[in-house]
T-cell receptor, first 114, second 115 residues
Framework: QKEVEQDPGPLSVPEGAIVSLNCTYS??????FMWYRQYSRKGPELLMY????GNKEDGRFTAQVDKSSKYISLFIRDSQPSDSATYLC??????????????FGKGTKLTVNP | NAGVTQTPKFQVLKTGQSMTLQCAQD?????MSWYRQDPGMGLRLIHY???????DQGEVPNGYNVSRSTTEDFPLRLLSAAPSQTSVYFC??????????????FGPGTRLTVT
């Protein structure tokens, strides 16, 4: 079992729909939880990050973490065609050497149709 | 600021050839890392560095070498290219107060094909 599981989709929704993207994880040592957005042929860019269980909102985006269930979600309200991209979840963990590294999900490809 | 830059953008190699992928950042970030991205596999960490002179292996280090002689540069060397190394390679850097990784800034990627 991979440490981070993410359904690759693809997911296709009409403009204005609410989108729900999810990841599950198995390593309870993960500390920070992030969502990155990657447009086609570009590098990923950070969308949101959170530390504790609960919700964090930023405009049309809400990140949700449930540490007891090892489950994180990203909700997009009033989705726009410009939201069409691949969304990757990422989680940070401390290494044995004391530094930190990120583990990424496989990414979910989202298309928002006008 | 240019952010994170990578060269070349595209490269075709023959099996057995060696090459170096260049990565530079001008944000004075201590933490730098290399990932490869393959269809259906997501981003996988190859090597990372927490500062000049300090490097460590990630999830898929075999066939790759790194060194970090300056804060700005973090080159990735392919020792003897194999078709399995055909991929898109991303370099990233982060500001790390203490040990925590905050936002990682990614470069535009290098598309490598090994024939």
């Amino acid at each position: 079992q991979k440490e981070v599981e993410q359904d690759p989709g693809p997911l296709s929704v009409p403009e204005g729909a609410i989108v729900s993207l999810n990841c599950t994880y198995s390593n309870s040592a993960f500390q920070y939880f992030m969502w990155y957005r990657q447009y086609s042929r570009k590098g990923p860019e950070l969308l949101m990050y959170t530390y504790s269980s609960g919700n964090k909102e930023d405009g049309r985006f809400t990140a949700q973490v449930d540490k007891s269930s090892k489950y994180i979600s990203l909700f997009i309200r009033d989705s726009q065609p410009s939201d069409s991209a691949t969304y990757l979840c990422a989680m940070s963990q401390l290494t044995q050497g004391g530094s930190e590294k990120l583990v990424f999900g496989k990414g979910t490809k989202l298309t928002v149709n006008p | 600021n240019a952010g994170v830059t990578q060269t070349p953008k595209f490269q075709v190699l023959k099996t057995g050839q060696s090459m170096t992928l260049q990565c530079a950042q001008d944000m004075n970030h201590e933490y730098m890392s290399w990932y490869r991205q393959d269809p259906g596999m997501g981003l996988r960490l190859i090597h990372y560095s927490v500062g000049a002179g300090i490097t460590d292996q990630g999830e898929v280090p075999n066939g790759y070498n790194v060194s970090r002689s300056t804060t700005e540069d973090f080159p990735l060397r392919l020792l003897s290219a194999a078709p399995s190394q055909t991929s898109v390679y991303f370099c990233a850097s982060s500001y790390t107060p203490g040990l925590v990784i905050y936002e990682q800034y990614f470069g535009p990627g290098t598309r490598l094909t090994v024939t």
